[in-house]
């Protein structure tokens, strides 16, 4: 069974680094775990078969989801079965800073049609952000991994060059060029001047015809 799950070859050679037999003992561990947790054997089996990255989790960090998933986020764990990708992303990178952000808005009234599991775990890194974060500042230390504004143990903020600048939109905003200023300037003035030579031909012919 293991033999043709449907990952990355990469992922595949992690589930059997230490053979079939040792591969096939990690993932009965975990469909144990998950059948503790309320799953029936067929649902566990499925869960696995769909997010073959659960297999080379730690059982525990499989129970820190689950709990997150059931005593915090206040889903059922059949959810996992529907989204079980939910158990193969990253818990404090991806999991736990995207709950924050909709709970925030959620709390605060910011939240318009109400995020479900999938759309919070399946999401792009980009559309979150564009759509939960880039429109409210106050959330961006929440999202601090796609921001570069990374909380690390001691509480700090870890700023790196290459973070994301309150709103993207400043990324796309020129630098200030004053040699380009004076070019416009000096465009502006030379248009000036052939409107006024112009408008004095105008007025000159006008003479001579009067004549």
Same mark, same amino acid.
């Given at each position: 069974?293991?033999?043709?799950?449907?990952?990355?070859?990469?992922?595949?050679?992690?589930?059997?680094?230490?053979?079939?037999?040792?591969?096939?003992?990690?993932?009965?561990?975990?469909?144990?775990?998950?059948?503790? *947790?309320?799953?029936?054997? =067929?649902?566990?089996?499925?869960?696995?078969?769909?997010?073959?990255?659960?297999?080379?989790?730690?059982?525990?960090?499989?129970?820190?989801?689950?709990?997150?998933?059931?005593?915090?986020?206040?889903?059922?764990?059949?959810? +996992?079965?529907?989204?079980?990708?939910?158990?193969?992303? &990253?818990?404090?990178?991806? +999991?736990?800073? =995207?709950?924050?952000?909709?709970?925030?808005?959620?709390?605060?009234?910011?939240?318009?049609?109400?995020?479900?599991?999938? &759309?919070?775990?399946?999401?792009?890194?980009?559309?979150?952000?564009?759509?939960?974060?880039?429109?409210?500042?106050?959330?961006?230390?929440?999202?601090?991994?796609?921001?570069?504004?990374?909380?690390?143990?001691?509480?700090?903020?870890? =700023? &790196?060059?290459?973070?994301?600048?309150?709103?993207?939109?400043?990324?796309?905003?020129?630098?200030?060029?004053?040699?380009?200023?004076?070019?416009?300037?000096?465009?502006?003035?030379?248009?000036?001047?052939? *409107?006024?030579?112009?408008?004095? *031909?105008?007025?000159?012919?006008?003479?001579?015809?009067?004549?």
């Amino acid at each position: 069974m293991l033999r043709t799950l449907k990952c990355r070859a990469a992922i595949k050679d992690q589930i059997f680094r230490n053979g079939e037999f040792r591969a096939g003992y990690e993932a009965k561990l975990r469909i144990d775990c998950l059948r503790k *947790h309320g799953l029936i054997y =067929r649902d566990a089996f499925t869960v696995l078969w769909k997010e073959p990255r659960v297999i080379i989790y730690e059982v525990g960090d499989i129970e820190k989801k689950i709990a997150f998933l059931v005593n915090t986020m206040k889903f059922d764990i059949r959810c +996992i079965v529907e989204v079980p990708e939910y158990l193969g992303v &990253n818990f404090e990178k991806q +999991i736990v800073p =995207r709950f924050n952000v909709i709970e925030y808005l959620r709390s605060s009234d910011g939240l318009g049609d109400e995020v479900g599991l999938r &759309n919070l775990v399946k999401m792009s890194r980009l559309r979150f952000y564009n759509m939960y974060v880039k429109p409210y500042p106050e959330c961006e230390r929440m999202y601090g991994r796609f921001c570069g504004d990374v909380v690390v143990g001691n509480g700090n903020r870890n =700023r &790196n060059r290459n973070r994301h600048p309150v709103g993207m939109w400043k990324l796309f905003k020129p630098e200030p060029n004053s040699e380009a200023d004076d070019d416009v300037e000096n465009i502006k003035l030379y248009m000036e001047s052939l *409107h006024q030579e112009n408008m004095e *031909h105008c007025q000159g012919v006008k003479k001579v015809e009067k004549k």
